[in-house]
């Protein structure tokens, strides 16, 4: 089997560009292309150890010091923790590409070199790296930016309702501007599982506008409400939503006023 160095040069090159682009877009790092390519041609330089005879303890620390020396050059140092992070978010890009890669070398019996596959003296890892990994990143950075967004909006609410403690999963929703008519006051929405009336408990009916239909919903008020890492709230109104909040692993509807302001 015949092997071209500098293709695998140049593959092993572009598959680091990409990684450190998609770092740098995800992290918003504000570094320039010339700075990527520097990381990208020491990472390329790295295909040339897997020739060279090491044991694989050896071999995994050149990997992880030539990593580091990729984010370095190419996001520079400036604390501990943006050092991380950029170290971090490479790792979880790499291992993405790296196990796409894995699955076709399982699924189409290819031959392996280091990150290059064969196939009848075939190298597929141009059509990959041309076609194939902009299209697998580009969905990763989506879905990682759609999970960040939803996950800086989860947070932990212990409400104190008639002397128990509740614990739910919130989620701050914007389409939720559900304000009682007496009071003006936001209205955490729950699933109405999660909460029951009373006997003889205490509550008003507040109008609720859907696009399937209009209805009135039971609140009750709550002694204390504690969103944890953001503040406690008093008297916090909590309507009981007949219907499910649609949204997996979701308890209730925070109101945003409640992120802006003291109750």
């Excluded at 293709?7 to 700075?35: M, P």
């Excluded at 009848?120 to 990959?128: E, F, P, T």
């Excluded at 104190?160 to 003006?184: A, K, M, R, S």
């Excluded at 406690?232 to 939503?241: A, E, N, S």
Aim: glycine content about 6%; overall charge positive.
């Amino acid at each position: 089997m015949k092997l071209y160095l500098d293709l695998i040069f140049l593959l092993n090159f572009g598959f680091d560009f990409i990684l450190l682009l998609v770092v740098s877009y995800l992290l918003r790092r504000n570094v320039s292309l010339k700075k990527i390519g520097l990381g990208a041609l020491l990472g390329g330089t790295s295909i040339f150890i897997l020739f060279i005879p090491l044991n694989s303890f050896t071999l995994f620390l050149c990997k992880v010091l030539i990593s580091i020396g990729m984010i370095l050059i190419t996001f520079s140092y400036k604390n501990k923790t943006y050092f991380i992070q950029n170290i971090l978010y490479l790792y979880s890009a790499s291992i993405l590409l790296g196990g796409f890669l894995y699955f076709l070398n399982v699924q189409f019996s290819y031959s392996q070199k280091g990150l290059v596959f064969f196939h009848n003296g075939l190298s597929i890892n141009a059509v990959i790296l041309i076609f194939l990994s902009p299209i697998i990143l580009c969905m990763y950075v989506k879905q990682g930016k759609r999970l960040k967004t939803f996950y800086s909006n989860v947070y932990t609410i212990k409400a104190i309702i008639n002397n128990y403690t509740y614990e739910w999963t919130g989620f701050v929703d914007t389409g939720n501007q559900l304000i009682d008519p007496y009071f003006h006051k936001p209205i955490v929405l729950v699933n109405q599982k999660e909460l029951h009336l009373l006997p003889n408990q205490e509550y008003i009916m507040v109008p609720m506008h859907t696009i399937q239909e209009e209805s009135l919903i039971p609140c009750i008020r709550a002694d204390t409400f504690e969103i944890v890492g953001k503040g406690i709230y008093h008297k916090v109104w909590i309507g009981l939503c007949p219907q499910s909040l649609h949204m997996e692993g979701i308890d209730c509807l925070l109101h945003p006023k409640l992120m802006e302001e003291s109750i």
